[in-house]
């Protein structure tokens, strides 16, 4: 599954389980690793899984920086 460019290295997948659909987007941003997993009952939506894993990347990213995490996710 494609995936917009998010942290150092990402990886992306979509999968079909019981009742519905999933998709996985795990992440590296600098020595911390993120995994965000959306399942829907009815249609997957890419973009709400893009926003939640950029607002996850964004926030591990401010903490390494020793800023406050702020980040949010924009449906």
Known sequence: MPVEPLGDE???YR???VNGAG?????RVGTVV????????????PAALTALAR????R???????REPS???EF
Do not use: C, F, H, N
């Open 10 to 12: 990402r990886v992306a």
């Open 15 to 17: 999968k079909e389980i």
């Open 23 to 27: 998709a996985e987007v795990g992440v």
């Open 34 to 45: 993120t995994w965000t997993t959306y399942r829907s009952g009815d249609s997957l939506d």
């Open 55 to 58: 607002m996850i990347t964004e």
């Open 60 to 66: 591990a990213q401010q903490a390494q920086d020793g």
């Open 71 to 73: 980040a949010r996710a």
